[in-house]
């Protein structure tokens, strides 16, 4: 089924293109199950504007064999919709080869944290703005928190007493990195922008 569209409708106000019709073709590029995606993209976005979109296919391998999987993440007018699918082997409960996805649609307003990590090649030789070899995007809301732990000290080093533990508790819901040399400085470049249309969207606090 592919994407519904609005048809020009702006929920948020705003006069934006609706991008439908061009994460329909960035799903189809990839040949990865198209129909499969995009059904699962379609069934979450709901008939909402999009705003932004990214699509990233990325081969693993798994002794012989390679396995796919393919991340899209949208932005609507009210959410963010992370959409995960796999491929996986016959095993006992379905013999034969299979796909999974899963669907995650979070409100804009919950979206706690939207990191960002550019990472430069030579910064010291470019006589002017180099574009990044990688980057990351790392977006929080809550679902996930990590808690990193260690021992507690003071500023005496002769002091052997227990001071307990300190550590930070993250949010770390969900991580993507793309590369130049893996990817193609337009994935790079695709990332950045929709981090930075997200990111201008929760600090609106829509």
Do not use: N
């Not at 960002?116 to 990351?136: D, G, I, L, Y």
């Not at 990193?148 to 052997?160: I, M």
């Amino acid at each position: 089924m592919p994407l519904r569209t609005t048809h020009g409708r702006t929920d948020d106000g705003d006069r934006s293109v609706d991008r439908s019709v061009d994460l329909q073709a960035a799903i189809d590029r990839t040949g990865y199950y198209p129909e499969v995606v995009s059904d699962s993209v379609g069934a979450s976005v709901a008939g909402e504007q999009v705003v932004s979109f990214f699509v990233h296919h990325e081969p693993t391998f798994d002794r012989d064999e390679v396995r796919r999987h393919l991340s899209v993440l949208v932005l609507t007018p009210s959410r963010l919709i992370i959409v995960h699918t796999d491929e996986h082997a016959g095993d006992d409960l379905l013999p034969e080869p299979y796909t999974s996805t899963s669907s995650e649609a979070i409100r804009l307003s919950a979206v706690t944290s939207v990191v960002v990590t550019r990472m430069v090649t030579s910064p010291a030789k470019a006589k002017c703005p180099t574009p990044p070899a990688e980057a990351v995007i790392t977006l929080g809301w809550g679902g996930v928190s990590r808690v990193d732990l260690e021992p507690a000290g003071c500023e005496d080093p002769q002091c052997d007493a227990d001071h307990g533990y300190t550590g930070v508790l993250a949010s770390d819901d969900f991580s993507l990195r793309v590369s130049a040399a893996a990817d193609g400085t337009d994935a790079v470049d695709r990332l950045l922008s929709f981090a930075a249309q997200l990111s201008a969207r929760t600090h609106a606090g829509a």
